[in-house]
């Protein structure tokens, strides 16, 4: 059955769809040994697809993996840059990062550290990144300067950026630290460094931006060793649990595509 190129990529465990797009535009992916078209269709069965001049081979799909990495900084929330800067995919064993399909959900920009998802399961990643997911990620951020009660509240009612206003978030003071402030910070969405442009709007840029929590994922887990800079841990059945039931509830016209993308 033909399906569109980057829900098959991502279907496969290639890459998320946003990736899958990026490759394609790139001329990284070739079917029938012919460079590849974004919006093409495929048949896996008839079709080869190749990718940076490898087969890909769908007739057996990778085990679903669900990771979380704790995001040093300098690191890049790509599976290749062409830029040549280290990638999170770096920081796995060669067994996971090679064949596996393995990519982030989301990004942390290169500067930031913290919590980031890594899976190779395509319809999470998609569900995951979708507009109308609301799964709250909690920031610890320390920015230059201090502001007001009045700021901290227009921030949490949402500023506009580029034409369109951000959603409510939870803005909480925890301290002062010499000239800076530190907040704690929860955000239900993920526009691109939201929280850097919107400090910066308001006139206190980010000094430093620490991802602790997606949801109940956190960096330390209860009578857990603190999971450090660099390392990662599979997700436990519950949390897998929650982030696919979380999909499930998205509006019915992206339920219809994720249930119609299962069966291609």
Not at 58 to 65: A, G, I, K, M
């Amino acid at each position: 059955m033909e399906a569109r190129l980057q829900k098959v990529l991502a279907q496969w465990g290639i890459a998320s769809r946003r990736e899958a797009e990026e490759m394609i535009r790139r001329s990284r992916v070739q079917i029938n040994g012919i460079p590849a078209h974004l919006g093409q269709k495929v048949d896996p069965k008839k079709d080869t697809i190749s990718v940076d001049g490898q087969p890909v081979s769908t007739q057996q799909r990778p085990p679903l993996t669900y990771l979380l990495l704790h995001k040093p900084g300098g690191v890049v929330s790509t599976c290749h840059d062409p830029q040549g800067r280290k990638t999170v995919l770096h920081l796995l064993p060669p067994e996971l990062r090679l064949g596996s399909g393995l990519h982030p959900v989301g990004r942390l920009d290169a500067e930031s550290t913290g919590a980031l998802i890594l899976t190779n399961d395509g319809d999470l990643t998609f569900g995951l990144t979708h507009p109308s997911h609301s799964i709250p990620k909690t920031y610890q951020v320390l920015v230059k300067g201090h502001p007001s009660n009045a700021v901290l509240k227009m921030w949490s009612q949402g500023v506009v950026l580029e034409g369109r206003k951000t959603r409510p978030a939870t803005i909480r003071f925890v301290e002062t630290i010499a000239k800076n402030t530190h907040l704690e910070i929860v955000l239900k969405e993920g526009r691109n460094r939201q929280i850097r442009r919107v400090a910066q709007q308001l006139g206190y840029p980010v000094v430093k931006l620490h991802r602790t929590s997606i949801g109940p994922i956190q960096l330390q887990m209860p009578n857990k060793p603190f999971l450090h800079e660099g390392n990662y841990r599979s997700l436990q059945d519950a949390e897998v649990r929650f982030l696919k039931e979380h999909i499930q509830h998205l509006p019915v016209k992206y339920s219809v595509e994720v249930r119609r993308s299962k069966k291609a």
